[in-house]
């Protein structure tokens, strides 16, 4: 991973130095060895905290709509689910293209600090991966545990490649393990509808309604949000009733059907673990059942099955039972 | 010093539960968080960093304060606390020593003149038992506040060990409390209770935050510390969102809105953050206009602006969720070490 | 109910009157026909229609007049359009007084005073200028400048064309932003117009009106040798509760409902720039 970081660095002086960028978008270090930031580096002393590890889950794509609208360029580490979400929101004209630079870097998976936390007892000193292993230090004791038990949720299920990038840092050539990122909702589909309620039901009543989900979300890339708009008669910035508390992430899921490319970051920001990606992904595998095979952000230009309608499209009481 | 078996706590829970209700950190789809027991629910005193605080006892996220009921032109306004009076004690259980600290920096906002009687209503009808920290965490710095996590106060203190619970009543709402469930108990304890102070006191001597140096947010930098030129960088990675604002044992904004029923209008109240765009936006303008501003509100406000009014008391007590859940990782932790350089 | 700060009264509308093209002025009593709540001049209210929201208003009123109150309102958002289509005898809800008043007990008194205002910014400084008026031999000299866009526009202009300039040592100058057919008046914006009128620095000088013509007043009458601690003004921000607790209003270590709105421009400058 060093390996990776030295190159990126590299490269981001290179570019800063030689003016061809205005602006790199990467990472920070933070405070502890798990809790790296987002962050736009404007000279080549900012690199000094320049990071790239273990813990950069964070989708930097987003940040570039408002970085391509300033002047010079922008040049942004995206790893291989960030593409999709670049490609998708040039397909939506929310990104001015022109104005960055894509540096395709390697992944590797992400590991999820609160879960190596936990196994820590809160208080980490250590956290090192030696192939398929980690080792986690604590006062409270160390541990060893598989890599794929402490990886992000959405690392756990990729296999994505990249599909952007004016250029790219690969050193390592990861082969991802194969897997199934429909397995958990075929669990929830085998489920009656009672016990899937029951399961919905408990996961969203502990929802905060923070919004972290829909602002992280490069899908929910609305200048202004209905739920932020009084006059909509729908804003809202609590749950006021049972309704809204299970409803507003249903909703949510139905405003980025066809267009979320599954890059996971709404169950990664979740400051209650609510695994909403699972919403998405229901929507995902029934268009891919109903439209055939789509994959959101794959491409920049295109029709989309949503938002296209063939004469062997699909009719509603098919679409009804789709999902069964 | 009493104690009892770990094994029997849901006798204890049951007991309480029997006259009052108990608000307590409970594990729910894998969270702990505070909730009103029942039997069958599972527990969790040793969570340390519950995902909400518990304010929300006293402060819930949304609370209905009134009705209006519209006949012709004509407007009725309905108390919907009518059942206040009738409505049953409740006992806080397993507050830690930083968030029973946030409980007297909310007191200070809504018991202050006019007296918030919401809140005052129910903090007035609760006993709180704390429970002191035997794990702390690495994003805990709740000395730099002057806390003692090991030696919490309240109605009761408790403590915790891997077979006892171990209890002491400081108060007469604690006295009160242990005589309705002494029977549960046994005597003793106090060597071990020593013991657990001793071993979480080790840990807490090599945090990594327990350094951190306040002088520099005094009233008198106010100014300076809100014309400093590293809010931007701060708050750059910034997605306005609430988890801050929402775990955070001591923010207290709210927003009032109406909501139409078939029945008349109900006004409610709920958690509002000044980290949302919308929290200052008026018909005709805007004073935070960017996240920067925004950022820099929450932060001026917990150690400066508050301390400002409320003499020299700051508004955060080292909990560390802002640094366990910020979803970019940006914290408290992070603008006191940027700005309190001196 | 009485100590209930979020809890309104009911208030019953017993006139409404139309000022200018967007600012309506209504006249509130309570359901038993009495004034609702006593006030101090400059202190704001809670008015409210369920189901729309809840704004503050400046009490245009005097704290004298002890049988009604007064709110002008000027239509520009969600609550204030639906204000504006009440009529006589429908019901809203009120709660206050909030925030400090003009120090009209204390500093006022026995000096000449100035009160400057834009458009709609003469809704809080008619309710001073009528206590003034009502306690007439505690104050000196008043000077008015009041200007508004057009003619149209001028809030209470009945009142100032019939009343205050009746009134003994009252001067009042008003003045529009343009040349407007049957205006024989001044034209020009307030900033400008107080330069030109070389006024007294010695007076005690209230201000309201838009940001912006406060901020270029202001700069006026620094010019004329006012100073900072004898200039009021106040603050307007996006309120909630009204009793300093919903955060909304907080700016640096002030709450404005509950420390203002009421504000000397001495005490402004320590306010971090954001309001």
């Known amino acids: 991973m060093q390996e990776i970081q030295a190159k990126m660095k590299a490269r981001a002086k290179e570019l800063l130095e030689s003016g061809q960028v205005a602006r790199v978008i990467g990472w920070k270090k933070g405070e502890f060895i798990y809790d790296n930031s987002p962050a736009t580096f404007e000279s080549v002393e900012e690199l000094d905290n320049f990071v790239y590890d273990y813990f950069c889950g964070s989708n930097l794509s987003k940040y570039l709509i408002a970085e391509s609208k300033k002047p010079g360029k922008t040049a942004v580490f995206l790893k291989p689910c960030d593409t999709y979400s670049y490609n998708q929101l040039i397909k939506e004209h929310r990104i001015n293209k022109d104005n960055v630079y894509v540096i395709a870097i390697e992944c590797l998976a992400k590991l999820n600090a609160e879960t190596i936390k936990n196994l820590a007892d809160g208080f980490v000193t250590g956290v090192s991966v030696e192939g398929d292993k980690v080792t986690i230090s604590s006062p409270y004791g160390e541990k060893v545990v598989d890599k794929k038990d402490v990886l992000l949720t959405k690392c756990s299920t990729c296999s994505k490649t990249h599909v952007a990038g004016d250029e790219q840092i690969i050193v390592y050539n990861f082969e991802k393990p194969s897997t199934d990122r429909f397995e958990k909702v075929k669990e929830l589909e085998a489920m009656t509808e009672d016990e899937r309620f029951a399961f919905w039901r408990s996961q969203l009543s502990k929802c905060i309604r923070c919004n972290a989900c829909r602002n992280v979300c490069p899908a929910c890339s609305c200048v202004k949000c209905v739920f932020d708009n009084p006059a909509s008669g729908i804003s809202a910035k609590a749950n006021d009733d049972k309704f809204e508390e299970q409803l507003f992430h249903v909703i949510r899921a139905f405003h980025v059907s066809g267009r979320c490319t599954d890059c996971g970051e709404c169950s990664r920001v979740c400051p209650q673990n609510i695994p909403l990606h699972l919403l998405n992904r229901k929507f995902i595998k029934d268009i891919n059942q109903t439209y055939g095979e789509y994959q959101a952000g794959e491409e920049t230009e295109g029709k989309t099955p949503l938002t296209s309608y063939t004469v062997n499209d699909a009719e509603p009481n098919e679409v009804v039972n789709g999902g069964k | 010093m009493l104690k009892i078996a770990k094994s029997k706590l849901n006798d204890l829970y049951a007991k309480i539960n029997e006259s009052m209700g108990l608000f307590i950190p409970v594990k729910v789809a894998g969270e702990v968080d505070y909730r009103v027991w029942s039997e069958g629910k599972e527990v969790s005193l040793e969570t340390l960093k519950t995902v909400k605080s518990p304010k929300s006892m006293f402060f819930p996220q949304t609370e209905n304060l009134m009705k209006f009921v519209k006949e012709g032109k004509n407007i009725e306004i309905i108390d919907v606390r009518e059942d206040f009076d009738q409505r049953k004690p409740f006992v806080l259980f397993g507050v830690k020593a930083c968030d029973y600290k946030a409980i007297e920096v909310l007191d200070k906002v809504f018991l202050a003149d006019p007296v918030d009687t919401y809140y005052q209503d129910r903090r007035e009808k609760t006993t709180i038992i704390t429970t002191a920290c035997s794990k702390p965490e690495d994003t805990c710095f709740c000395s730099v506040f002057g806390i003692d996590a090991t030696n919490p106060l309240g109605d009761v203190t408790t403590y915790l060990d891997n077979d006892y619970l171990y209890w002491q009543a400081n108060t007469e709402k604690g006295e009160n409390l242990t ?79 109406d909501f139409k029923t078939n029945k008349g209008v109900v006004r409610f109240r709920c958690w509002d953050s000044c980290m949302y765009s919308d929290f200052t936006q008026m018909s005709h303008g805007n004073n935070r206009t960017t996240q920067t501003q925004r950022f820099r509100q929450r932060f001026m406000h917990k150690l400066c602006y508050y301390p400002s009014q409320n003499g020299g008391l700051y508004s955060c007590v080292g909990c560390g969720r802002c640094v366990n859940k910020c979803p970019q990782n940006l914290n408290i932790v992070k603008v006191i070490k940027a700005l309190g350089d001196k | 109910m009485t100590n209930e700060t979020l809890i309104p009264k009911v208030g019953v509308i017993t006139d409404v009157r139309r000022d200018t093209p967007d600012v309506k002025t209504f006249r509130v009593v309570g359901t038993d026909g009495k004034k609702l709540f006593e006030h101090m001049p400059g202190q704001c209210a809670m008015v409210s229609i369920p189901g729309v929201g809840e704004s503050m208003f400046s009490i245009t009123s005097s704290p004298t007049n002890k049988e009604f109150m007064e709110f002008s309102i000027k239509k520009c958002g969600c609550v204030t359009e639906v204000i504006h289509s009440l009529e006589v005898g429908e019901q809203i809800t009120v709660r206050g007084p909030y925030g400090r008043n003009f120090p009209v007990e204390e500093d006022f008194k026995g000096k000449d005073l100035l009160f400057i205002a834009g458009g709609i910014g003469l809704a809080p400084l008619r309710s001073v200028i009528n206590y003034v008026r009502h306690y007439r031999k505690n104050y000196g000299k008043v000077t008015i400048v009041y200007g508004a866009r057009s003619m149209d526009d001028l809030v209470d202009i009945e009142e100032i064309k019939t009343e205050w300039v009746n009134e003994p040592d009252f001067n009042v100058y008003l003045t529009i932003d343009r040349e407007q057919e049957g205006w024989d008046g001044h034209v020009g914006f307030v900033p400008s117009y107080v330069k030109e009128l070389g006024l007294d620095p010695n007076m005690t000088a209230v201000l309201c009106g838009p940001p912006i013509m406060i901020k270029f007043t202001l700069a006026g009458l620094l010019e004329l040798g006012f100073e900072k601690q004898r200039v009021y003004t106040t603050l307007e921000l996006r309120m909630k509760c009204g009793v300093g607790k919903c955060g909304r209003c907080n700016v640096g270590d002030k709450f404005v409902c509950k420390d203002g709105p009421v504000f000397r421009m001495d005490q402004i400058d320590e306010l971090p720039d954001e309001y």
């Open chain 2, 179 to 257: 005589n309705l469930v002494k029977d549960l108990f046994e005597n003793g304890g106090e060597e071990k209770v020593a013991e657990i102070k001793e071993n979480a006191k080790k840990v807490l001597d090599c945090l990594p935050f327990k350094n951190l140096d306040l002088s520099k947010f005094k009233p008198e930098n106010l100014n300076e510390l809100f014309n400093s030129d590293k809010w931007q960088e701060l708050s750059e990675a910034c997605l306005a969102c609430g988890t801050c604002t929402f775990v955070c044992p001591t923010c207290q904004c709210f927003d009032i809105r």
